[in-house]
């Protein structure tokens, strides 16, 4: 810790509090205020207070449920491999390896296409008969075709790995950054003690990413599960059978199709409240490790 | 040497309100807003889009010191910016798009009713299939009825269309091989069921407006769609949606298609030798009979008085035979005047006169804000029946529960 | 680098060609928008696996550069974009050094709040922040879009400035206050270029989240003149009929800027593996 003034610290917070409170105070607390009155597509002009109805109804529908479960898997198996492949191709990529740059920049590519167009164009590759991915594994790999986007199951594992591919470079870009706090010496003095590659990973490599790794981490989590273009846009808004929402595209589908405005609201607090809950609890965890460290 | 420093922090500070201050002064100047600039936001395919411009421009040549600025939008888009922005008090002055956006649009009280807007008469002079009523009274001034489902097929492997279901699926047959397929439809839109349904007698609502949907008439329909589509009847590929249809098409691997007269320009520009045709008689012995529709203009209720008259007769210059017909006939779309509707550009054309017909079959697509349930949950049950994982039977009794249920939430 | 001199183990050359391999599967898909704006007629999708389509033609980039107003959406996009970088990069650089380095009331308060702001589903947040903006008179303006994007790229840019912050030992900044320095020039002397990395990811982050968000937009810009690449990219596309050739075309050359922006940022975010100055 260093020494200043007390004002000093305040002065540097300053402007970035303003622009965050002036954009985000007034839009988060209308949706709060939203999920406690009644407006729909019939009570748009003539809303009340209706307590926590709303929330009865969420969290009584056996629909949240199901739905929480796929936020959760959508969630982990994306973040999961974001930060698995993030890690991995910084790491190799800041080993000895030729065209370092074309590489790099090939691998940042899915980051800076527009996501629609993206999106669409895995729909398309998904194709049961035509897209690339069946010919791929037939002809390359003599496997029988996936219904990826007909059967419920499949459906859902597209949207995955359409996100992930879109996904995964972010996180390379920020492990890449990272990579570059780690002093040489640090490696210089486990190699002395004789560590192998696994563990100069485990030992050296890892707890120094980690600063930061996590807030990306925690960021993508948030982003992840919040996440409503991807899902919608390669299962067609929900498609087979509405079996690929999850809770935010829900959220989509009951504001904008239903105008249910007060009951999406009220799910939006019930998902910002679990993610909060998530954050508090991840960030606990780290900060007693940092300081027992 | 701390005393510097609150002095730098507010340097800072400033630094920082000034860029924000200085941003706006990148925009370009804003033009002069009030009765002579008529903004409207449209859902409109680009050609019709292109269409638009010129007549827009027709309209300010004759009316200088009028600016009509036209912002596109796509249906989806169209309706929740719209609904943002005039519920926030802004938005534009006129809106254009399909007949069931003034379902919601006039409930949440954000477009005026035209019956009493526009000047005494002046819907008398559109075909009665053009005007859909609601609550009462008339939201748009539609300036073209279409959206009817047609067969389209490939001149070059249909001689003759088919007229009835036997034939239908026998000529499909025998156009299925060597990588052609001798249908494609769009089956996991409920849009392209419809004609089916009501074919077989059904519809999505009864008379008392409640939804109707497991009925004899919906497991009939489902089961011959889903016949169409079954591995045993091999006429269709196996996942089949609008982009995936519209590729086979445009490639001539499908001979035949069911999509309606947006989708023409794009086959004549992709070299199908292009032939329409109503669709075909079901095995009931009646015609499967599409939905219809018109696209039209609403006001919105945020238009001040002082303007209201510029917009009404950009409206009314917007559905005159003159501007419909150029429109009709550039895009093959069908006109709301009864003039334009009966004019030999019109009568004489014979792809614009087998629509006329296949438009007159049709039935009007409601405009009730329930429509957009009713095909909500229509399109599970159909998904689900198309990839065999549920009965037509069960699928017709899951989409009457889930529409009774998301009705109910609805008027919660 | 002197490691690129040592001698191709099997390792490296499996190493080498995994990076190959992997880097060309995640390319694969950008080459079907390529192979998509190349279609002389508007197709997204094709039965054919070829990379060049039959009659292919650049008369979509043609059409885009020139009779669309794809440069002024560029131009848009650029202002806006790099004002939020700029103010972003600016912002969090400050208030992650505060979060850093002293320890005041409402220290995690204040950093819980950063996250909190992102953890609202979106979709809801649309009509207040339309009637916000409306009240500030920011509708249709730049400024409106610059704020509106800053505060979204600022939680993740405090967390990640303040994080790499972390990694930088005091002692340098110790020895500036001895030797005389404010606490303001301490930061800006010695932390702010040790931070060059984390400042690159910052500021091409923030460039991101501005270059390609239309949600936000859809809802602030409703002139054409005022449209950013998203928005101008989105109007192309219509109910049924989309113009994909020029919506893939298009889409292309919107990353075109930001690879520039990549490599010239890239230098800055592995430059550092010898971090000289930190061993200190």
Redesign the interface.
């Known amino acids: 810790?260093?020494?200043?003034?007390?004002?000093?610290?305040?002065?540097?917070?300053?402007?970035?509090?303003i622009?965050?409170l002036?954009?985000?105070l007034?839009?988060?607390g209308?949706?709060f205020w939203?999920a406690f009155r009644?407006m729909?597509?019939?009570h748009?002009?003539t809303h009340e207070f209706v307590g926590l109805d709303n929330f009865q109804l969420v969290l009584t529908e056996p629909i949240f449920w199901t739905l929480l479960g796929k936020s959760l898997v959508w969630t982990g198996v994306n973040v999961f491999f974001h930060v698995a492949l993030g890690v991995l191709?910084a790491i190799?990529?800041?080993?000895?390896?030729?065209?370092?740059?074309i590489?790099?920049?090939?691998?940042?590519?899915?980051?800076?296409?527009?996501?629609?167009?993206?999106a669409?164009?895995?729909r398309?590759?998904f194709?049961?008969?035509?897209g690339?991915i069946n010919?791929i594994l037939k002809q390359w790999f003599h496997l029988p075709p996936v219904?990826w986007?007909?059967?419920p199951t499949w459906a859902f594992v597209a949207p995955i790995l359409t996100n992930i591919?879109l996904g995964f470079p972010?996180m390379m870009?920020?492990a890449?950054?990272?990579?570059?706090?780690?002093?040489?010496?640090l490696y210089e003095a486990a190699e002395l003690d004789g560590a192998n590659g696994w563990e100069k990973f485990t030992n050296v490599t890892l707890p120094?990413l980690m600063?930061?790794?996590?807030?990306?981490i925690?960021?993508g989590t948030?982003?992840t599960f919040?996440n409503?273009l991807v899902v919608w846009l390669v299962s067609?808004g929900g498609?087979?059978?509405?079996?690929t929402h999850i809770?935010?595209t829900y959220?989509?589908?009951v504001?904008?199709?239903?105008?249910?405005?007060s009951?999406?609201?009220a799910?939006?607090?019930v998902?910002?409240l679990m993610?909060?809950g998530f954050?508090?609890y991840v960030?606990r965890r780290t900060s007693s490790q940092e300081r027992t460290a | 040497m701390?005393r510097s420093?609150?002095f730098r922090?507010?340097h800072?500070?400033a630094c920082?309100m000034l860029c924000l201050v200085l941003a706006p002064g990148c925009a370009p100047k804003k033009s002069a807003t009030g009765p002579a600039k008529i903004v409207i936001w449209s859902q409109m395919d680009p050609e019709e889009r292109a269409r638009f411009e010129k007549n827009i421009a027709a309209y300010q040549a004759a009316h200088p010191g009028v600016t009509i600025e036209n912002v596109p939008y796509d249906t989806?888009n169209l309706?929740?910016q719209f609904?943002t922005a005039a519920?926030g008090g802004g938005g534009p002055q006129l809106i254009f798009g399909p007949s069931d956006q003034v379902g919601?649009l006039s409930?949440?009280?954000l477009i005026r009713p035209l019956d009493e807007t526009m000047p005494k008469g002046f819907f008398d002079r559109f075909v009665p299939q053009a005007l859909d009523t609601l609550n009462g009274h008339l939201w748009a001034a539609p300036d073209q009825v279409g959206n009817h489902l047609l067969l389209c097929y490939n001149k070059k492997l249909v001689p003759v269309p088919p007229a009835n279901a036997t034939e239908f699926l026998e000529m499909a047959k025998k156009l299925t091989k060597d990588g052609v397929y001798g249908f494609a439809m769009n089956v996991?839109e409920p849009y392209w069921l419809a004609p089916f349904l009501a074919g077989y007698d059904g519809w999505v609502f009864a008379a008392d407006g409640k939804p109707s949907l497991d009925t004899p008439a919906m497991r009939d329909a489902l089961g011959y769609v889903a016949l169409l589509k079954s591995k045993a009847t091999g006429i269709m590929?196996?996942?089949c949606?609008y982009?995936?249809a519209e590729?086979l098409f445009l490639e001539g691997k499908a001979a035949m298609i069911v999509n309606g007269p947006w989708s023409w320009a794009a086959y004549r520009k992709g070299g199908v030798d292009l032939g329409i045709a109503p669709l075909w008689v079901l095995p009931n012995g009646k015609h499967a009979m599409p939905m219809i529709a018109s696209k039209g203009y609403s006001i919105s209720v945020n238009v001040p008085k002082e303007q209201l008259d510029a917009v009404i007769d950009f409206v009314t210059f917007c559905t005159s035979p003159e501007a419909e017909l150029r429109d009709a006939v550039a895009l093959g779309v069908l006109p709301s005047h009864k003039d334009a509707w009966n004019a030999p550009e019109i009568t004489s054309d014979p792809t614009l006169k087998i629509s006329q017909d296949a438009f007159t079959m049709g039935r009007r697509m409601p405009v009730v804000?329930e429509m957009?349930?009713v095909w909500?949950v229509m399109?599970?049950?159909l998904?689900?029946v198309?990839?065999g994982s549920m009965s037509p039977a069960d699928a017709a009794k899951e989409m009457q529960a889930a529409a009774e249920q998301?009705i109910a939430?609805?008027?919660? | 680098?002197k490691?690129?001199d040592?001698a191709w183990t099997p390792g490296?050359v499996f190493?080498?060609v995994?990076?190959?391999l992997?880097?060309?599967a995640?390319?694969?898909?950008?080459l079907?928008?390529v192979t998509?704006s190349l279609r002389p007629s508007d197709q997204?999708?094709?039965?054919s696996?070829a990379i060049i389509p039959a009659g292919a033609s650049l008369r979509a980039y043609q059409t885009m550069l020139f009779q669309k107003p794809f440069l002024l959406w560029m131009r848009n996009s650029l202002i806006v974009s790099l004002c939020v970088t700029m103010?972003g990069v600016?912002?969090?650089s400050?208030?992650a050094?505060?979060?850093s380095?002293?320890?005041?009331a409402g220290?995690s308060a204040?950093l819980?709040?950063?996250?909190?702001?992102?953890?609202?589903?979106?979709?809801?947040?649309m009509?207040?922040?339309y009637?916000?903006m409306k009240n500030l008179h920011l509708l249709d303006t730049f400024a409106g879009l610059v704020?509106?994007y800053?505060?979204t790229a600022?939680?993740?840019c405090?967390?990640?400035m303040?994080?790499?912050y972390?990694?930088?030992p005091?002692e340098l900044?110790?020895a500036a206050?001895i030797d005389g320095c404010t606490?303001?020039q301490?930061f800006v002397k010695v932390t702010l270029p040790l931070a060059a990395?984390?400042l690159?990811?910052t500021a091409?982050?923030s460039f991101?989240a501005a270059w390609?968000e239309?949600l936000v937009a859809r809802i602030v810009i409703s002139r054409q003149e005022l449209y950013t690449?998203?928005l101008g990219?989105?109007s192309l596309a219509g109910q049924f009929q989309t113009e994909w050739a020029n919506?893939?075309a298009g889409?292309?050359l919107?990353?075109v800027p930001?690879?520039a922006m990549?490599?010239a940022l890239?230098r800055n975010?592995?430059?550092?593996?010898?971090?000289g100055g930190?061993?200190g």
């Open positions: 810790m260093l020494r200043a003034p007390r004002s000093f610290p305040y002065s540097l917070l300053l402007p970035a509090t622009v965050m002036a954009v985000v007034f839009p988060l209308y949706s939203l009644n729909s597509l019939y748009f002009r191709l190799l990529l800041s080993g000895p390896v030729r065209g370092k740059t590489l790099r920049t090939m691998l940042v590519l899915p980051w800076a296409m527009p996501q629609y167009i993206s669409l164009t895995w398309g590759m194709n049961f008969e035509y690339a010919l219904p986007l007909s059967d591919w972010f870009v920020v890449l950054g990272g990579l570059t706090s780690i002093p040489a010496d120094s600063p930061v790794l996590v807030p990306s925690l960021l948030i982003w919040n409503t067609n498609q087979p059978a509405d079996a809770l935010v959220i989509y589908k504001a904008f199709t239903y105008s249910r405005y009951y999406a609201a799910f939006s607090v998902v910002f993610l909060l954050v508090v960030m | 701390f420093l609150p922090a507010s800072l500070i920082l989806e309706r929740q609904q519920a919601p409930l949440l009280e996991n590929p196996a996942e949606d982009q995936i590729t804000p957009r349930v909500d399109r599970p049950g998904q689900k198309m990839n998301q939430g609805m008027k919660r | 680098m490691k690129n040592q490296r190493v080498q995994f990076l190959i992997f880097a060309l995640t390319v694969y898909p950008i079907q928008i998509i997204l999708y094709s039965t696996l103010l600016t912002l969090a400050t208030a050094y505060a979060f380095r002293y320890r005041f220290r204040g819980y709040l950063f996250l909190m702001t992102q953890m609202f589903p979106a979709t809801m947040l009509l207040p922040l009637v916000l704020v509106a800053t505060a600022l939680p993740f405090v967390w990640t303040r994080g790499y972390d990694t930088i005091y900044e110790q206050l606490p303001w301490a990395p984390a690159s990811i091409l982050f991101m390609s239309f690449l998203p990219l989105e919506y893939a889409s292309l919107v990353c930001v690879m990549f490599i890239n975010i592995v430059s550092g593996l010898s971090v930190v061993k």
